[in-house]
């Protein structure tokens, strides 16, 4: 199991709450033109934050997942568009365990490295001398405006090479792909998660890898789990970020408003005890149930076998149910608070926005349930998209 390092998590944690002031002054914008600003980009990069699951080989720090969590969970906190800008940048830095070390070392010596990517669809790469020609369209490219690099699934044309790859991740410069401005939605306005496409771009085959079982160049675990879970690990700790936000914005609130019609502060009346009780046991009973199933994939990686199906399994519906907590939690105090939760000018406002936007990401999706349930009555999974 990939070991925790507590202090460098705490200092990286520590350099985000520092933006809060700069995130504050740049929300509007966030909302305007759907993408993050320039000045919290550049801060994000300033504080390094796109190359946290760099393999320490390649002088990155290689957090654990949980450090990793830790660090989502606070930018998420700040605002949920950080958090998912943090996520999927971050996240993607793991292509750096996965590619050969010369690329790897090439793309992230810079720490503005940022590598959008996208798994909702699935372009073509047909096979040529020294690589693959790529052309493709891909949906929900977060954080594409200011990417250095992109990410799209490729299927590979036939061949008469029976031991071909059938899907491949292809690495494309940002500046060989085209951005379709499609990102006008309610939630996570600041992803700027645009689609992207690309015409029969040249792709060196230094620049791709398999998708599933591949043999990573670096051997620690993170580069050895299920690239599928890694990847939904990157998103599904947002809500709980957003979540925890949600709690603090409506103490602060509570503290202060009275409600039509009665006389005590919010803060002061018995049912809102409970509901900020019920939020707080939600929350961390939802966390609880991610950390074990994490730590349980992280145990059987190497063991493979039915056990790490289930363990797939597991994680997929924790983080299920890590959504659908999330939601609960921002909800219920979005009610609690009443009309004032509707104006811009309430922090909840963007939280239930933003909220449920995240939890609509396939890898939080409720179908985990089923394949969780048909599991559980000795049937077959029903997909392997898991």
Request: charged residues 20%; glycine residues 8%; neutral net charge.
């Amino acid at each position: 199991m990939t070991p925790r390092d507590p202090q460098r998590t705490a200092a990286i944690v520590h350099k985000i709450g520092d933006l809060s002031s700069l995130v504050r002054e740049h929300r509007d914008a966030m909302d305007r033109d759907r993408r993050l600003p320039k000045p919290v980009f550049d801060a994000l990069v300033q504080a390094d934050l796109f190359r946290l699951w760099m393999p320490k080989a390649l002088g990155g720090p290689e957090l654990s997942p949980l450090d990793f969590m830790d660090v989502v969970e606070a930018a998420a906190a700040l605002d949920g568009s950080v958090g998912w800008i943090v996520g999927n940048g971050a996240g993607m830095s793991r292509s750096a365990g996965y590619l050969p070390e010369e690329t790897a070392r090439a793309w992230f010596v810079e720490r503005r490295t940022f590598v959008a990517s996208a798994t909702g669809a699935v372009g073509a790469a047909v096979p040529v001398q020294g690589g693959y020609r790529v052309t493709g369209r891909w949906p929900f490219g977060s954080g594409i405006h200011h990417a250095t690099r992109v990410m799209g699934l490729c299927s590979v044309a036939a061949s008469n090479d029976e031991a071909a790859p059938t899907t491949i991740c292809c690495y494309l410069a940002a500046t060989d792909v085209s951005i379709t401005d499609t990102w006008h939605v309610s939630g996570l306005r600041g992803t700027g998660s645009c689609d992207f496409g690309a015409q029969d771009v040249f792709v060196p085959l230094a620049h791709t890898h398999v998708l599933i079982d591949h043999r990573a160049p670096q051997p620690g675990l993170l580069y050895r789990m299920p690239p599928l879970s890694v990847f939904a690990w990157t998103v599904a700790v947002v809500p709980l970020g957003i979540a925890r936000s949600a709690i603090t914005s409506f103490a602060a609130l509570a503290s202060r408003k009275v409600r039509a019609g009665t006389t005590l502060p919010l803060g002061e009346r018995e049912t809102v005890h409970a509901d900020v009780g019920r939020a707080e046991a939600t929350l961390r009973a939802a966390r609880a149930f991610l950390v074990e199933a994490i730590n349980e994939l992280m145990t059987c990686t190497d063991v493979g076998g039915e056990r790490l199906v289930s363990a797939r399994v597991l994680f997929r519906v924790a983080c299920a149910h890590a959504a659908e907590s999330a939601l609960q939690v921002v909800d219920r105090l979005a009610a609690a608070a009443g009309a004032a939760a509707i104006f811009e000018t309430c922090a909840l406002e963007r939280q239930v926005r933003d909220v449920h936007a995240a939890v609509k990401h396939v890898a939080m999706s409720p179908n985990s349930y089923v394949v969780a349930g048909r599991l559980g009555l000795g049937l077959e999974p029903g997909t392997s998209r898991f």
